[in-house]
C-alpha cells in the first residue's frame, strides 16, 4: 500500500511495479509496469 502496488487492502495481489532506492533511501527511479522475466536484466544494464 505504502508504494502503491495495490489500490486496496482487498486486492487479491499486487501489481508488478519497481523502484531503484538510492545510497540515502529515496527513490530514484520508478518503474509502474514491470515485465518478470526481462526487467532485471535491463535494469542491471542501466545500474
Known amino acids: ?3 502503491g502496488a495495490a489500490e ?3 486486492d487479491e495481489y499486487a ?3 519497481a523502484y531503484v532506492i538510492d545510497e ?3 527513490i530514484a ?3 509502474a509496469k514491470v515485465d518478470a ?3 532485471p536484466t535491463e535494469q542491471l544494464k542501466s545500474l
Open 8 to 10: 486496496s487492502t482487498k
Open 1 to 3: 500500500m505504502a508504494y
Open 15 to 17: 501489481k508488478r511495479i
Open 37 to 39: 522475466r526481462s526487467y
Open 29 to 31: 527511479q520508478a518503474h
Open 24 to 26: 540515502n533511501g529515496k
